[in-house]
């Protein structure tokens, strides 16, 4: 695909609902006592590989327009499949599939597309194994015997909220409290819905404790807009002269956050308006003017709140003076492609001046760059990187997969493109 340049970025955008937080309503609504509806839900490839998990396990889930109704059957009304559960290119779906298989008294297979079969699935499998979960290989496909769990007292190992969401689900039908130490905090949009759904769970600062759930309510979902994807036009709004972008009623919970305060730290002009709650979950309106950007060092805690958003924020740190050091970030070579190599390939391509580290890269950014014929990975958040890249870049550049974008953000060049007219 031949990218189309702007020369300004000016409008609104409502971008999707949170890729996160649609995955969780769908499955924590299945398991409760009662119907879930789920407002602003991402019709993304991803979420809609969750419904058809769900589906095929004996869950009535209606779609209509950016509206599913999830009819649960309460914690022990899952059905075993007749066939394979399929996760195409969804890592979240995989992962948090295993937490709640585990403890059924049925038995399940898992796999997904190409990239899943690569992705390493040992950092839920290991920690599951602990509680007695029998699961077979630490790549898909994954065969899950379900058996009786029991409580642990685990202390991450990796700041990951599927490795987490994975111990909290499958503490839901352990004997015992499982205990989860977070060494940092990551994202915790499963504790707000479980705790709002009256799950026998509480959190402690950094500590999680969950214990056996019998029932859990049925609790209707309004979703925000991702953060997500709401960075790609941060970005854009921040680089191009010009410009002037208001991304509306985006989720703001403070372990999502870590792209506005980096890009403020960057000297990103941003404001955040019409701040309130919903569900537990922090929302606003934010606003991204045309600024002049200068390099920084990314590392340490802030990671997990942004770890989604760095293959963005190194476009960020292209066009802007000085250098830009990113570290702590090895959980991007993990990812639907390593992109960590995958951004320093591509960037490479077009004149950056980038060195992959072990843990991240360094990018000596201000300096003119030109086209290239980049290449994604299949990955969503390096196509939409490398539309943001190009614009600023003389000459023509193309994208092999445009399509991949559509597992996050399916409207996402419609939405792009509008800001430029």
Known sequence: MNITKITKAHGKIQVP????????AVMLGALTEGTTEIKGFLNGADCLATIDCFRKMGINIEVKAKTVTVHGNGMY?????????YTGNSGTTTRLLCGILAGQNFNTSITGDSSIQKRPMGRVTKPLAL??????NEYCPLHITGTRLHGIDYHMTVASAQVKTALILAGLYADGATTIH???????HTELMLSAMGANLSVNGMDIIVKSTNTLSSVNADIPGDISSAAFFMVLGAIMPNSEITLTNVGINPTRTGIIDILKNMGANISIENIHTSAGECIGDITVRSSSLYGTTIGGNIIPTLIDELPIIAVAAVFANGTTVIKDAQELKVKETNRIRAVVNEFTKCGIDITETTDGMIINGGKAIHGADFKTYGDHRMAMSLTVLAQMADGQSTIDDSNCACVSYPDFFNDFYKLGK
Do not use: C, F
């Open 182 to 188: 977070e060494t940092e905090k990551s994202r915790d």
């Open 77 to 85: 009304g899952l059905k075993q499949p007749s066939q394979t559960l």
């Open 131 to 136: 509680m007695g979960a029998q699961i077979e």
């Open 17 to 24: 609902g949170d890729k996160s937080i649609s995955h969780r």
